[in-house]
């Protein structure tokens, strides 16, 4: 495959897609469990009031981390993926990225500590703003590996960063610096990123010049657009129960399980990175090698993953909750439907975006906005907490279904038959999954022989498609 300025790109097989979307979505998947460890942890060394301001704030930052990991590394990996090291082309890139990757973060950090400051005191709404500027002056060095297809170090580095900030978080909290030290985490996690390969380091240049090319505007701006709305509808339910309600037990408990039920949205985070720089490139049959495969492994991850929220036992939950938190338990099923249409969401407006489609990636945009406003909307007003959750999960498996419908004309040829497939065994799972809720250890069993498959839907493939020996 030849790049648009006559650079030979390699195009990726797609045994090699479907096993770099596998382990980002696998290292997404543990980025998601440590940090929700450390949600946890807060719910318990932080009072409730204080908890609901850590929580509201720890999203605002993961927005800004969604953005962060999109704004700027996804054009940048691509354009890596088209230029070789040391060209006139990647550097030039590289400077882009390092210049915006400031200016933004600036601008984030500004706009999430102003926001916190709306429902919490001024040093975590600073806290807020620095973990905010951390994420997106790191960005660059996402993009590099990304476009170098390192996704292995780019998946330890990931694993690493949230690692460190758990910790920093937790002794921060237990020294007595309540919400601020543990969002201070933020920024001490995101400066592992800053540590790349040293290779990069001869792509980096000084060429403010650069900023005065308006097509790398314009492809940014796109991506921009992309990521900021959906990251925001994605977290948007968390910051609303800070921002109308009063700090309560059930607000707080709200908060905890709807950010543990956005796990398919780090699934989506890994299909993404893999996919959007390969479709990118341009050729026809990534659509089979690059896309088929990544969705593929999405739908199968995500689907597992909203089954085993949904069914999660109880006491199970409580093991790791405190027990003020215990009433709002029976909203995990209607949150862990509404994190599988945000994951989806994420990725069927992405791969519009990817593929150029510009029109269907607005209107997919407008679609998401309006239903999932919607549907918290309505909930809050008609429910509470308990209608936020259920408007949350209406708004955002509908948005899921007009975004399929938008995106469905440029799929690769099988995929309906291919997503009916996974839903089938999803839905084997969940009937399993459910019968076995009452048995701790089977349940557990049952969870963990559905992840395998997931992993490996290869097995799966070959279970449905066995044929009979005559």
């Known amino acids: 495959m030849t790049s648009p300025i ?118 975590v709404a600073v806290a807020t703003g620095i973990g905010s500027f951390v994420l997106f002056t790191v960005a660059p060095a996402q993009g590099w590996l990304q476009g170098e297809l390192r996704f292995t170090r780019y998946a330890v580095a990931s694993i690493l960063e949230v690692t460190l900030r758990v910790a920093f978080s937790a002794v921060a909290v237990l020294v007595g610096w309540g919400p601020a030290g543990a969002l201070i985490g933020f920024a001490v996690g995101g400066l592992v990123l800053v540590a790349g390969p040293l290779q990069m380091l001869r792509d980096v240049s000084w060429h ?12 940014t701006g796109d991506i921009a657009l992309v990521q900021f709305v959906v990251s925001v509808l994605v977290g948007a339910d968390v910051v609303l129960v800070a921002l109308l309600g009063s700090g309560t037990a059930a607000e707080a408990g709200f908060q905890a399980l709807a950010t543990l039920a956005k796990g398919p949205v780090y699934v989506a985070s890994g ?72 994951g989806a969401v994420t990725v069927l407006a992405t791969v519009l975006l990817a593929l150029r489609m510009t029109r269907r990636t607005y209107i997919a945009l407008v679609a998401a906005t309006v239903l999932l406003s919607a549907g918290l909307g309505v909930g809050w007003v008609l429910g509470g907490v308990a209608g936020l959750a ?25 995929t309906l038959g291919s997503t009916a497939r996974t839903v089938l065994v999803a839905a084997v ?20 022989v559905g992840g395998l498959l997931a992993l490996r839907p290869d097995l799966v493939r070959g279970l449905l498609h066995r044929r009979p020996r005559r």
Request: with cysteine.
């Open 390 to 414: 259920t408007g949350a999960a209406a708004g955002a498996l509908t948005a899921t279904l007009v975004l399929a419908l938008l995106t469905a004309p440029a799929l690769p040829a099988g």
């Open 271 to 342: 299909t993404v990175l893999v996919a959007f720089p390969l479709l990118r490139a341009g050729a026809p049959r990534m659509l089979t090698d690059a896309l088929a495969p990544a969705l593929h492994s999405f739908e199968a991850l995500a689907l597992v993953a909203a089954v085993v929220l949904a069914t999660v036992p109880t006491p199970l939950v409580m093991l790791f909750l405190p027990d003020k938190y215990l009433g709002s338990t029976v909203l995990l099923p209607v949150l862990a439907a509404a994190g599988l249409g945000y």
């Open 429 to 448: 799972l969940l009937v399993v999954l459910l019968l076995t809720a009452h048995l701790l250890v089977l349940w557990l069993i049952c969870a963990a």
């Open 6 to 123: 006559g650079l030979e790109v390699p195009a990726a097989p797609a045994g090699q897609v479907a096993k770099h979307s596998a382990l980002l979505a696998v290292s997404a998947g543990m980025v998601g469990v440590l940090s929700y460890l450390c949600t946890l942890l807060m719910a318990h060394l932080l009072p409730p009031e204080q908890y609901t301001q850590y929580a509201a704030a720890q999203m605002l930052v993961g927005i800004v981390g969604i953005v962060a990991h999109a704004l700027v590394p996804l054009p940048l990996a691509a354009l890596v993926r088209r230029h070789a090291r040391g060209t006139g082309g990647r550097r030039d890139g590289m400077a882009f990225a390092v210049l915006v990757s400031v200016a933004a973060g600036l601008v984030a950090g500004l706009l999430t500590g102003g926001i916190t400051a709306a429902f919490a005191p001024w040093n």
């Open 208 to 219: 403010p010049r650069v900023l005065r090319e308006g097509v790398r505007w314009a492809e």
